[in-house]
């Protein structure tokens, strides 16, 4: 019997060795023959589907126009998950999986462990690399299943991974556990920095970008609008209550006087469109710095812009001043796309586009429209709650922390008293049900238990890893946002201004044509290995997205 079963085993080891052999084989003559030069992955932060329409009579031929007239754009794509910010976004975006499978559950999260936030890339074990400071020390070790640029250089030793953005988690999340680098942007010094995760020191053509002090000029000059103001007609007034200011300015209009309102620092530039300039630059040198696109192998440049994020906070989707930062973005994409025609050569390079995130209108211009709205007072339910559940289980503390719109509970609290963790979130999720703004609450205990399938529950339910998330979630009815947004607005929810943004692929292979079939973003992932014919992905579901309409 044992012999046999060793036979057995020694034949289906031979089985799986002859396979894979001959699947790598296929893959390398496949790939070499077949397979793009460069694969450019854009993440736009926080662009909205509905931009590239309202302000397309003022784009150019090159940037966002070119993409969709020439490329193949899926109309109808979601994220299918709670919370959609930037980590949990970019994680969708390069993983193919949901937070319940990728662990990157927030942009923070309450971490039990160490009774504090854990920041989605931090990580103390790494050191910073051009910088001394804690901005270095970031990696992806939070980051829980395997990313396209982790499978492509796991298949491919000839295929070259760099990654760029403003943001830490834009790069590292892009980079994944595998890729050869991922750098952002440090306000307080002005340079970009990396980790030993990655590199041992920065690379001469960082080193070089860095010294040519593109950041400081940005960061010492003033932010005029692009075209006349008069112009901007698919905008609001540029003067309005519920937009933010910079610190020494009175009223938040043109022009914005940087210099005067940098302070010492230069992290200023990312709340304007030269955040996104200073990084299609860096993206330039990348291609020149590391050959990308040269090689044997299938290169990746993945690129972050973040400006859109930041005025997109601080403003709100109507503004002059978010107008201004794409309609500057679209001709910063086209030179990008004009830059790797010449680089890399036409045809020779796959562009993918889309989004980390939406947002939603400022609520109080919601308020003022008549249209539904408002701000959720968090701080009055959770101290209402403490005082709760004080009265109906005894004189403890038993929040430990509540974020993301979660309550996490003291667990071991609960059991030491002999309580019930669904009993008690129960009473929780009751409780929470009287305040403002609350559409609905649901629990921990259902969400590891219950198969919602579709709809919002089920978003929540992707959205949910036992150890990572709270007990109870409080769910805001469309348009409502924590209150502490005084001006400005915010993204999070699960509704269709948060989860529906663009999705493009142009250039090589791409055929065009457009489609309006529902596809969610987790698609994204597997569908770029199997055009490159390496494994997909793993925590992917596997889905590709089909270019027909
Ligand atoms: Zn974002
Ligand atoms: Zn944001």
């Known amino acids: 019997m044992k012999l046999i079963r060793t036979i057995c085993g020694t034949f289906l080891m031979l089985m799986i060795l002859a396979q894979t052999g001959w699947t790598q ?80 559950v927030g942009n923070a999260w309450y971490d039990r462990s160490i009774d504090g936030s854990m920041y989605v890339v931090s990580d103390s ?55 050869d680098a991922a750098y952002w942007y440090e306000g307080e010094s002005g340079k970009f920095v990396s980790s030993s995760w990655y590199v041992s020191e920065l690379p001469e053509w960082v080193q070089r970008f860095n010294e040519k002090g593109l950041a400081k000029e940005f ?18 007034a540029d003067d309005r209550s ?20 940098r302070g010492n620092e230069y992290g200023i530039i990312n709340s304007t469109p030269f955040g996104n300039t200073l990084i299609a630059e860096l993206a330039k040198s990348a291609v020149e710095g590391e050959d990308l696109g040269t090689g044997d192998g299938t290169d990746f440049l993945g690129v972050s812009f973040s400006s859109t994020d930041y005025v997109g906070h601080k403003y709100g989707p109507h503004s002059v001043e978010l107008q201004d930062t794409y309609l500057r973005l679209d001709r910063t994409i086209g030179d ?65 922390n509540y974020t993301n719109q979660q309550v996490y509970l003291d667990r071991d609290l609960i059991d030491q008293n002999g309580l019930s963790k669904q009993v008690v979130q129960q009473k929780v999720a009751d409780f929470l049900l009287q305040f403002e703004g609350v559409k609905s609450t649901n629990t921990a205990h259902n969400y590891q238990y219950k198969n919602y399938g579709a709809g919002q ?33 915010s993204h999070g929810s699960p509704y269709n201004y948060d989860t529906h943004v663009p999705l493009i692929f142009y250039g090589w292979n791409v055929p065009q044509g457009e489609t309006s079939r529902k596809t969610p973003i987790p698609q994204i992932a597997p569908t770029i290995p199997n055009m490159l014919y390496i494994p997909l992905s793993r925590g992917s579901e596997a889905n590709l997205l089909q270019f027909a309409a």
């Open 242 to 261: 519920y937009e933010g200011t910079f610190e020494n300015e009175e009223a938040p209009v043109f022009p914005h006087d940087l210099a005067a309102n």
């Open 25 to 104: 084989k296929k893959n390398e003559s496949k790939a070499a023959a077949d397979a793009p030069k460069l694969v450019v992955k854009i993440v736009v932060d926080q662009m909205r589907h509905d931009y590239i329409p309202l302000y397309w009579d003022k784009f150019e031929e090159d940037g966002f126009k070119r993409l969709v007239n020439r490329g193949f754009s899926f109309e109808n794509n979601h994220f299918n998950y709670f919370p959609t910010f930037t980590g949990p976004g970019h994680a969708a975006i390069y993983t193919g999986a949901t937070p319940s499978v990728n662990g990157v």
């Open 336 to 400: 990008l796309l004009n830059y790797l025609d010449k680089q890399v050569g036409k045809g020779n390079y796959l562009v993918v586009l889309t989004s980390d995130h939406g947002v939603v209108d400022v609520p109080q211009e919601l308020i003022n429209k008549n249209l539904p709205g408002g701000y959720f007072d968090s701080d009055k339910a959770v101290d209402e709650l403490a005082e709760f559940l004080k009265t109906e289980f005894g004189d403890e503390d038993w929040i430990e």
């Open 457 to 489: 529950e089920a978003m929540y339910q992707r959205g949910f890893m036992y150890d990572r998330s709270g007990d109870v979630y409080i769910q805001l009815k469309s348009g409502w946002l924590d209150t502490d947004y005084p001006t400005g607005t």
């Open 125 to 179: 074990t790494v050191s910073p690399v051009g910088t001394e400071s804690d901005a270095g020390k970031m990696s992806p070790r939070n980051l829980l299943s395997t990313t396209v640029t982790d499978e492509l250089k796991s298949a491919s030793s000839n295929s070259k991974v760099i990654t760029v953005s403003s943001k830490d988690r834009g790069a590292v999340l892009a980079a994944g556990h595998l890729g």
């Open 219 to 236: 960061a010492n000059s003033t932010w005029e609008t692009l075209l006349p103001i008069e112009q901007y007609t698919e905008s609001s």
